[in-house]
Each structure stands twice: as structure tokens, then as C-alpha cells.
């Protein structure tokens, strides 16, 4: 788990940087997009995050696309590095942000210029307060309090984001709502942590995918994951955790495929899958620089104890017994 700090210290140095996220690249008589989340949808990992960022380069692809071709598109990019599911709820924060701006743009005198689009990403940084120094689940990740803690952190990112969802499909019934999961930063790395994360992740997105499941709430799941799997080394930035310019790219032709209602289609230049790791072979080697099996194993029992809680949300959206 010591691998994970510098992660985690770059979602909180990134958290607490003055980086400025675009807020527009039309003027407001355009139909809005509003994009939520945390430093994903910021651009963070990207080079130049307004620009390269997966949320910029969805909002310039739909440029292209003839139903705003002419009308154009005002992008409102209210997302925060290191924000979690309860940040955007919070007062003044994004879901009161994105009330207002629905409700501005409702009332005014132009007809055309309604949010339209709305996407959001969330849940890694719940998932990464489980791994902060002082978490229980750092040092005894298949004790009793850390087990409650992981159930606890999937229920409050499922209220959380239900909240959101709600809310927000109450202040704007016509707007398309697309909800983006999570990958695994470390699969195709051969780094000790990969089945781990995948694990967390999985998780995370049991939750994500079964709160976007409920009918009533009209969301579209867009599913990132399988894209990224055996790409860590590709598409994912130096930090180990954010997207690489490549892997924004990818996000961006996942959220605007299925915007547009097509498949997605990898660029080329990037489809080609890497080679092997030179450091699978030894990633399960015992020299101290890594996840022993041992915890390996307890993390393992603690995913299956937080397993219940997943399927019991995606079966209940679903109304299966």
C-alpha cells in the first residue's frame, strides 16, 4: 500500500493548485454542456488540461457534429480536483453550481441556449480515502473497522451520486445525463497493485453502474474500464493515477461515441496494444517492494465484504429480488 501515496499526494497537490478549468467556448446564447467530477474531468494528466483534457475535446468533437454545428456549444466545466461524491453535494459546491446554471439559462430571455449535455465522473477519490496513512484499512485492510469504512464509502457514493443524478434530472428533464466510470490505472502494468485497484475499482463501478441503471433517473453509463485494461503504461500519466494526452483522448471518444450514438472507435495511432511488461514476470517477487501476498489476500477478503453492498444496489435498481 506504501505505493500508493504519491498518488495520493498528487491528488491532493492537484487539489489544492490554482489551475482554472475552461468555462466556455461559445457564448452563452449556445446550448450548454456541463461537465462535473473530479481532476479527470479537470484535464489533469493532460499537457494542457482546458484543452487536452477528455471534457474539452468531447465538447470540440460535438462541434463537429451537425446538431451543434450551427448553434454552437457553451461548455461549463465546474469539476475540482479531489473532489469525492460528498464534495459535490456539499453547499456551494457542484450540484448547487450546476442547479444555478440550469435555472439561469431556463429563465432568461434566450429560447435556445438550455443545458443539454451533462456528464460527470466520480468515486476515485472515495476510493483513495481509504488508502490515506491514517485509514485503518492502510495498515489492517481486513479488519473489521476497515470493512465498515469500504461499505460505508460505497453507500455514501451511492446516496451521494443518487442525490446528484435526482436533482439534477428534476431541474432539467430534457438534458442528456452521462455518467463515466472508473479505470484501473496500474492493469497491463505488472506493478504488485494491479488486481488490487482492479478490485476497488470494480467496485466502484458496481455502485456508479448501478445507481445510472435506475429508469427514473434517465442517466447513460459510459464505461471506460474495458478500454483501459492492459494500458497502464499507455494511456495513463506519470503520476500513475490520471489519464495520459492519450488516454484523455480515449475518454473523449468513449463520452462523445455514445453522445453521438455510435460505437466507439479507438484512434489509430493509439490502438495498438503494448507489449508485455518486462516487470509482470516479478511483480509477485518478495522483495519487499510491493503488496505481499499476504496483503494481497486480506484486500481480496475485504472486496468480498464490500461485494454485498454492490449487488444488493444493482439488483435493488433493477427490482430483482
Known amino acids: 500500500m506504501l505505493r500508493l501515496l504519491p498518488p495520493l499526494a498528487a491528488f491532493l497537490f492537484f487539489a489544492l493548485a490554482p489551475l482554472q478549468a475552461p468555462q466556455s467556448i461559445h457564448a452563452a446564447e449556445a446550448p450548454a454542456y456541463i461537465a462535473m467530477g473530479d ?8 499537457q ?71 456528464s460527470i465522473d466520480i468515486g476515485g477519490n472515495d476510493l483513495l480515502t481509504l488508502a490515506e496513512p491514517d485509514s485503518p484499512c492502510f495498515d489492517e485492510p481486513a479488519g ?48 504488485s497493485l494491479e488486481i488490487i485497484a482492479g478490485i476497488g475499482v470494480q467496485m466502484v463501478n458496481g455502485v456508479l453502474a448501478a445507481v445510472s441503471a435506475d429508469p427514473q433517473l434517465g442517466v447513460r453509463f459510459v464505461s471506460v474500464y474495458e478500454l483501459f485494461q492492459g494500458r497502464g ?51 509477485s517477487g518478495g522483495d519487499g517492494d510491493g503488496v505481499s ?11 468480498f465484504a464490500g461485494g454485498g453492498l454492490v449487488s444488493a444496489a444493482y439488483f435493488l435498481v433493477r427490482g430483482r429480488p
Open 39 to 46: 481532476s479527470l474531468a479537470f484535464g489533469v494528466g493532460a
Open 48 to 118: 494542457n488540461p482546458a484543452a487536452e483534457g477528455y471534457v474539452a475535446l468531447t465538447a470540440n468533437a460535438l462541434l463537429l457534429n451537425e446538431r451543434f454545428s450551427g448553434s454552437g456549444l457553451d461548455l461549463v466545466n465546474i469539476s475540482e480536483p479531489g473532489a469525492t461524491s460528498a464534495d459535490i453535494v456539499a453547499s456551494e459546491d457542484q450540484l448547487e453550481k450546476a442547479l444555478e446554471e440550469i435555472a439561469t439559462r431556463k429563465t432568461d430571455a434566450e429560447p435556445d441556449n438550455d443545458v443539454q449535455i451533462i
Open 144 to 191: 473489521a473497522l476497515c470493512r465498515t469504512l469500504l461499505n460505508a464509502m460505497l453507500s455514501d457514493l451511492q446516496q451521494n451520486l443518487t442525490r446528484t443524478l435526482t436533482e439534477l434530472r428534476q431541474a432539467v428533464s430534457g438534458a442528456e445525463i452521462y455518467v463515466i466510470d472508473l479505470y484501473n490505472p496500474y492493469s497491463g502494468t505488472g506493478e
Open 233 to 283: 503504461e499507455q494511456w495513463v500519466a506519470t503520476d500513475h493515477i490520471h489519464p495520459s494526452n492519450d488516454g484523455h483522448r480515449v475518454m473523449a471518444e468513449a463520452l462523445t461515441a455514445s453522445i453521438e450514438g455510435r460505437n466507439i472507435v479507438i484512434p489509430p495511432d493509439i490502438a495498438q496494444l503494448p507489449s508485455a511488461s518486462p516487470s509482470a514476470a516479478s511483480s
Open 293 to 303: 501476498l499476504a496483503l494481497f489476500l486480506a484486500a481480496l477478503a475485504a472486496a
